[in-house]
């Protein structure tokens, strides 16, 4: 068996880094070029008035906020994009996932493993249904509780599959396919 590997959407990994781009092109033009935004006020000498040192103070706090979220959004999407770290992966020996961090995986072997399946989570709200992953296993022990995009009812890990490259429907038959047939012994 090959191994199979599941990732974070390319094209929300893109529209995230155009969203923090356009936020500091928006941080840049409400601090410096003022082209959309109006400059602070000054007086017929070009000096800038009280009012405008206020606006220009208001001006600051919103181009550092917009720094700070545009950075923060560029990073994460070009980062994703440019590491391409899975977040499944299914292998002969079970599932690695990365939850445990955002860099560290939980391996599950498939011999842990009673079933998986996917579900939806309406969150706090109930409103739009977050897709998910459950994995069942025989024990939890193990496992760590501290999870990311991840929690643990029971001995069921429900994992967050919002924004995969590959629905958490198809993720769970080709795991069952896979636990079927350890089960019926074809892996060792």
Do not use: C
């Not at 002969?92 to 939806?120: C, F, K, Q, T």
């Amino acid at each position: 068996m090959s191994r199979f590997t599941v990732s974070k959407s390319g094209t929300r990994q893109l529209m995230m880094t155009a969203a923090g781009l356009l936020l500091l092109l928006a941080a840049l033009d409400v601090v410096v070029l003022h082209k959309l935004s109006d400059p602070p006020r000054t007086d017929d000498n070009g000096v800038i008035t009280s009012k405008g040192q206020t606006e220009r103070r208001t001006d600051l706090v919103w181009g550092t906020l917009f720094t700070v979220a545009g950075g923060a959004l560029v990073a994460v999407g070009a980062g994703g994009m440019l590491t391409g770290r899975s977040i499944v992966e299914l292998d002969e020996a079970g599932m690695n996932l990365r939850v445990a961090g955002p860099m560290s995986y939980v391996a599950i072997p498939w011999a842990d493993i009673v079933s998986v399946r996917s579900g939806r989570d309406f969150g706090d709200d109930g409103r739009i249904p977050m897709p998910q992953l459950l994995i069942e296993v025989h024990d939890r022990a193990g496992y760590p509780d501290a999870l990311w995009g991840a929690i643990w009812e029971g001995n069921t890990l429900r994992v967050d599959a919002d924004g995969w490259d590959t629905s958490a429907e198809d993720v769970a038959v080709r795991s069952e396919l896979i636990l079927g047939r350890t089960q019926e012994g074809d892996y060792h």
